[in-house]
């Protein structure tokens, strides 16, 4: 078991570049998540997905996107990167029973700088 | 919407010394989570408490929930090097499915231990 993996753990981006950030987990989870981390800030949820084929915002949606195929991936879409997109992104999992919180698994983050 | 503050912002201490990371919610919590970051790393998961009163250990990690459900406190007994990091308080929005496992996170504390 992998758990969640990420790609790739650092990039440098131009402003006005695209990328896609890489989640993959192997737990056969069915919500996914996508956090950006900034210093003294903790984490701020971008999107989730409750399923493949479902996604929904979280409390810093724009700039991003994102898309759920598969049960396994989740990737991140930044279209237009910009200066304030420079952080530390991190995707998560969790099993998700149908009325319990259950923990969230985290990879080990993306580490990106828009310059 | 539900915030999260962490107390100390940072804290250093001596090898072998106790002490105590406080997380304050501003709303009642149903499933309070602890993670610890070390830096260029995710987030591991340390402890989860739900119920008013609950007290979980880990080694020498003690998380305990008070009664009110608003605030969390984590204490490191004969605090050691490899302790040193940043811990995170995570909480869950409510009780029921709707939140769907979403996550608010303290600032976090950074932790040094001086050997």
């Known amino acids: 078991n992998a758990g969640v993996t990420q790609t790739p753990k650092f990039r440098i981006l131009k402003i006005g570049q695209s990328m896609t950030l890489q989640c993959t987990q192997d737990?056969?989870?069915?919500?996914m998540y996508w956090y950006r981390q900034d210093p003294g800030m903790g984490l701020k949820l971008i999107y989730y997905?409750?399923?493949?084929?479902?996604?929904d915002k979280g409390e810093v949606p724009n700039g991003y996107n994102v898309s759920r195929s598969t049960t396994e991936d989740f990737p991140l879409r930044l279209e237009l990167a910009a200066p304030s997109q420079t952080s530390v992104y991190f995707c998560a999992s969790s099993l998700r029973r149908a009325t319990s919180t259950d923990t969230q698994y985290f990879g080990p983050g993306t580490r990106l700088t828009v310059l | 919407s539900q915030e999260l503050e962490q107390s100390p912002q940072s804290l250093i201490v001596q090898e072998g010394k106790n002490l105590t990371i406080n997380c304050t919610s501003s709303k009642t919590l149903y499933g309070l989570y602890w993670y610890k970051q070390k830096y260029g790393e995710g987030l591991i998961f340390l402890m989860m408490?739900?119920?008013?009163?609950e007290e979980k250990s880990h080694e020498k990690i003690t998380a305990k929930l008070d009664e009110k459900k608003q605030q969390s406190s984590l204490h490191i007994t004969a605090s050691q090097p490899s302790h040193a990091g940043i811990y995170l308080c995570g909480a869950g929005a409510n009780a029921g499915g709707t939140s769907y496992g979403k996550l608010t996170f303290g600032q976090g504390t950074i932790l040094t231990v001086h050997p």
């Open positions: 997905s409750v399923g493949a084929g479902i996604t």
């Open positions: 408490l739900q119920k008013g009163g």
């Open positions: 737990m056969n989870h069915n919500y």
